[in-house]
């Protein structure tokens, strides 16, 4: 599997989201086509602050002063010919439904926050 860099655009809200083709070949005649989506942005005291945190807590529980947000989208067992064709409708209808999301201004507060729920669970204490 070798990742492509499709398109990288700047977002209303100053992020950059980035698209990569990392479909593959799974038979002699047909792909699974992989679009991947990605964020990266600096973690900032705001968004440590939205999620009840300081800035150095929510560093020690992502381990770096980034954050990534990632979506991928795949559809299985796609003839070689329609390959093209399939990643295009996939990543067309992502940015078509999610680009408000993705822009808006308080994107990154809810990406730290579900990281954070995802690392510690909801309920769960920091490691110190």
């Given amino acids: 599997?070798?990742?492509?860099?499709?398109?990288?655009?700047?977002?209303?809200?100053?992020?950059?989201?980035?698209l990569e083709d990392i479909s593959r070949r799974i038979s002699e005649d047909a792909f699974v086509v992989k679009a991947l989506f990605s964020i990266e942005f600096k973690v900032t005291e705001a968004d440590a602050a939205y999620a009840g945190l300081s800035l150095p807590e929510v560093i020690k529980v992502l381990g770096s002063e980034t954050a990534r947000f990632e979506k991928l989208l795949e559809r299985n067992f796609i003839s070689e010919d329609q390959k093209e064709q399939v990643f295009e409708e996939v990543t067309s209808s992502f940015l078509a439904t999610g680009l408000t999301y993705l822009s808006h201004p308080s994107f990154t507060r809810g990406v730290v926050r579900k990281i954070l729920v995802e690392k510690r669970g909801r309920y769960g204490s920091l490691p110190v």
């Fill in 1 to 18: 599997m070798t990742k492509n860099c499709v398109k990288s655009m700047k977002l209303d809200n100053g992020l950059t989201l980035t």
